[in-house]
């Protein structure tokens, strides 16, 4: 069995105890990363590797009593080369370039060799503690480079990356002097996750605008492998956050602060003082309330609470100058004898007392101008008393954006629009907010921290490495003359896709028709002696049978499901039995996206499974779909069924419905041994067809593809005819 490498910066320990005492222990986080790996029930053993925050040492780690099957270890690095790595670059060049502040960036060439430097010793540590088979999961952008230093160790290591922070617009990355380096390191990941389709997409299009590398949705290619990309938005501890915010310790604390939702309408701030969190724009939109909205003026308060952050670097300390002085400014303007409109607070609070203020507020205010994922949201929505819940207003450019359908977005740049979206969310009504409420809490409690993690680490675990394909260019007449001389000769089958193969694919389906020069070519072909043409289709029977009205070739419509013997000018359904042995497998597939997909669900028919996500965020509920489709691919691959994206949906049929099943069908009972087999098409289902043809006959590709099973290819739909008339 495979080991777990959990891999960060930092081991997941801080000490307990005061620091006078001689016995100060280590306590293990609970929160993040360790919750949601904690919450994986598995048998496999997990290291997790980080270097050691300052005060814990290797006493500390050996005396620490863990699960059986957990293990700690750490690199060894000098303080003061951690510090060049990690405040010197990691602080003071990836945070503000990663967060669209490029103003701010101070880099240096010895802070940059420090972060290559410690990458490696990490690489090091990590391909020594690593065995076979082991799936190494590597956290955040302080360790870009080190799946490229593990792969030059060890190649057959599997790495997977998960970046907990945003990807910057390509036009930004490639600002940094050593954007090359860092993105060729980091494309040594086997697989490389994010929160937000959004991030996903500006990687994408840095890898090709930096490195020149081609990409599609879900993977990159390089010269080296076929990287893949995945979404998988992080979420919380929903139970125990529930667990928390109904406890006796937070309604003691909501009973000593009169915290209680009443006449004084109640907005909270929870943001670490930092530039990414937008706390002035904040400030700026609710004091603009105020000035439009006069009559709440000692009706509405906001707290905010700025928790430290980097206390002794210029950039925070601007920061903290400025929050303050508009704190002062808006009270000054707006206090009352017996009011004060921001409550301030430059402190953490605990967790019992961030759940009363959850509880206790109409309104949470989020205004990060940019922003990871922010779990600030999540845990204000499962602390909500239901009956009577708050409004969660959230910029839209906080990753939780995307999976928080029923949030109320805002562009905190534009003060005057957040203003009035602030009045809005104050006057929701109490149907309204229930509403979006249970929607969203819904979807946490179906799709928690663990299965976050477990959702990343299942998909490394599988082999996420890419068929490469050899496939040979017939683009040239003097190419496409050897394949038709070697099968001149003898008995032969051409077994031949339809739309995107004989037809250019159209916008609009019932817009395709054969070409009269294909129709001619067909015939041509169907009536040589030792012939036969085979139409193997996506296509229902009634369109199918039109355009080929006329041609004596058999046709296989619905990838199969439905065969033509026009010798006998009989159908005949290939179906499935009632029986399913596939549907355990495709149900679990299936319930995980919706549990990770708002607004999803899953609709079980006679003979089908279908993913219906019509009412969910668009890019990221259409990015599930693409990945759902390929999940079910490699799960069901040797299952009878068939696979298919609709409108807004995504279907598993218990059917023979498949292009491979079928080739496979029809030549054990109508094509002899020795006869010379052609067959071409263009898409996904084909490649099914080029499978099983994979040690018998001829397989060409309509367009080329790095992951395709076929022999040759044409580049283009165009030359299919040239070679159509070759063959004649």
């Not at 094509?671 to 067809?689: H, N, P, W």
Request: hydrophobic letters at 35%; a positive charge; proline letters at 3%.
């Amino acid at each position: 069995m495979s080991r777990w490498i959990i891999v960060s910066n930092r081991l997941p320990f801080s000490l307990a105890g005061s620091p006078d005492k001689k016995t100060q222990k280590i306590k293990q986080s609970s929160g993040g990363l360790v919750t949601a790996i904690n919450g994986i029930k598995t048998k496999n053993e997990i290291r997790w590797i980080g270097s050691l925050a300052p005060g814990i040492n290797e006493n500390h780690i050996k005396n620490f009593k863990s699960k059986k099957n957990v293990s700690f270890s750490y690199p060894v690095i000098s303080e003061e080369l951690y510090d060049a790595y990690y405040n010197g670059f990691c602080n003071d060049v990836l945070w503000p370039l990663l967060h669209y502040e490029t103003d701010l960036i101070q880099y240096k060439k010895e802070n940059y060799d420090a972060y290559v430097k410690v990458n490696r010793i990490f690489a090091q540590h990590i391909a020594k503690v690593a065995k076979k088979n082991d799936v190494i999961w590597i956290n955040d952008f302080h360790l870009f480079m080190t799946p490229q230093f593990i792969k030059e160790i060890n190649p057959s290591l599997k790495v997977g990356f998960f970046l907990h922070v945003p990807f910057p617009s390509s036009e930004l990355y490639r600002e940094l002097p050593c954007r090359k380096e860092l993105l060729e390191a980091l494309l040594y990941s086997d697989l490389i996750g994010f929160h937000d389709f959004s991030y996903l997409r500006h990687l994408s299009s840095a890898a090709y605008n930096v490195l020149g590398y081609e990409s599609s949705l879900l993977d990159i290619e390089t010269p080296r492998q076929s990287v893949k990309l995945g979404v998988y938005p992080v979420s919380i501890d929903t139970q125990d956050f529930m667990n928390k915010a109904v406890s006796k310790k937070t309604s003691s604390i909501i009973e000593e602060y009169q915290l209680k939702k009443g006449r004084q309408r109640k907005i909270l701030g929870v943001d670490r003082l930092d530039y990414s969190k937008g706390i002035p724009h904040k400030l700026k939109a609710f004091k603009k309330f105020l000035e439009d909205n006069p009559q709440m003026v000692g009706k509405v308060q906001l707290t905010q609470i700025a928790v430290p952050s980097r206390t002794e670097v210029p950039e925070y300390i601007k920061l903290r100058h400025e929050v303050e002085r508009l704190v002062s400014e808006i009270n000054g303007k707006f206090s009352k004898i017996n009011y004060i409109p921001v409550k301030y607070i430059f402190d953490s609070v605990s967790v019992f007392e961030l759940m009363a203020l959850y509880r206790s507020s109409d309104v949470l205010f989020i205004t990060s101008k940019r922003d990871g994922m922010n779990l600030v949201c999540l845990e204000y929505i499962v602390a909500q008393d239901a009956r009577n819940p708050g409004v969660v207003l959230l910029s839209e450019y906080a990753g939780a954006s995307s999976t928080l359908s029923h949030a109320t977005l805002i562009n905190p740049m534009n003060i005057g629009e957040t203003a009035n979206k602030l009045g809005q969310a104050l006057n929701q009504s109490l149907s309204e907010r229930k509403k979006n409420h249970q929607v969203m809490l819904d979807y946490l409690k179906g799709y928690t921290a663990t299965d976050w993690a477990r959702a990343f680490i299942t998909h490394l675990e599988r082999d996420v490495n890419q068929r490469v394909s050899s496939a040979l260019c017939l683009d040239k007449a003097e190419e496409r003359k050897k394949i038709i001389k070697k099968n001149k000769n003898g008995s032969k089958v051409l077994l031949l896709d339809f739309d995107g193969t004989l037809s250019p694919i159209q916008e609009k389906p019932d817009q395709v028709k054969l070409s009269i020069k294909i129709r001619r070519l067909l015939k041509s072909l169907s009536e040589e002696n030792e012939t036969e043409v085979v139409i193997v289709t996506g296509r229902d029977k009634n369109f199918i049978v039109k355009q080929l009205k006329g041609l004596k070739v058999y046709i296989a419509c619905e990838h199969g499901a439905s065969f033509y013997d026009y010798k006998n000018n009989k159908w005949r359904q290939l179906a499935a039995s009632k029986n399913k042995p596939w549907l355990k497998d495709a149900k679990r597939i299936f319930e995980q996206y919706e549990r990770r997909t708002p607004n999803s669900f899953v609709e079980e028919k006679e003979f089908a499974l279908c993913w219906h996500y019509r009412q969910s965020p668009n890019d990221f509920a259409e990015f599930q779909a693409r990945k759902l489709l390929l999940d079910l691919g490699i799960t069901l691959a040797h299952e009878p069924v068939t696979v298919s994206r609709g409108k807004k949906i995504v279907e598993v049929k218990s059917l023979e419905a498949n292009k491979g099943y079928f080739t496979d069908w029809f030549l054990e009972r109508y094509v002899d041994s020795q006869a010379k087999i052609i067959a071409m098409g263009d898409d996904r289902t084909d490649e099914d067809m080029f499978k099983a043809l994979e040690r018998r006959g001829e397989t060409i590709k309509i367009g080329h593809s790095e992951s395709s099973y076929a022999k040759f290819y044409l580049s283009d739909q165009d030359l299919v005819e040239k070679f159509l008339e070759e063959l004649v």
